[in-house]
Nanobody, 126 residues
Framework: QVQLVESGGGLVQAGGSLRLSCAASGRTDDSYGMGWFRQAPGKEREFVAAVSWLGSSQYYLDSVKGRFTISRDNAKNTMYLQMNSLKPEDTAVYYC???????????????????WGQGTQVTVSS
């Protein structure tokens, strides 16, 4: 089992930045890909970014490419999402997710993830 806790959300003006963190606990000695998803009010959950176990491969939603950067520090059991040039349409609850142990790559599909955090609210004002 892996437990995930997100932090770093908040209210920011358009053009501003936030850095989300996802702290993992439990079976953190296993290797697994991780990702960020988000859900805006009245919309389905969507993929935002994913990273492989060693951090060598990253995947991004087209609309966040060049603005968001996903990374991880396995020594600290923590994944990050640096969000720059934020837009009002980035407003959502952001969730971190982890794949089952042994699945080293990231994935853009929510069904590939077994473990989810509780979410952190990001609100971008215009």
């Amino acid at each position: 089992q892996v437990q995930l806790v997100e932090s770093g959300g908040g209210l920011v003006q358009a053009g501003g930045s936030l850095r989300l963190s996802c702290a993992a606990s439990g079976r953190t000695d296993d290797s697994y890909g991780m990702g960020w998803f988000r859900q805006a009010p009245g919309k389905e959950r969507e993929f935002v970014a994913a990273v492989s176990w060693l951090g060598s491969s990253q995947y991004y939603l087209d609309s966040v490419k060049g603005r968001f950067t996903i990374s991880r520090d396995n020594a600290k059991n923590t994944m990050y999402l640096q969000m720059n040039s934020l837009k009002p349409e980035d407003t959502a609850v952001y969730y971190c997710a982890a794949r089952p142990p042994g699945h080293y790559t990231g994935s853009t599909y929510s069904y590939d993830y077994d473990y989810w955090g509780q979410g952190t609210q990001v609100t971008v004002s215009s």
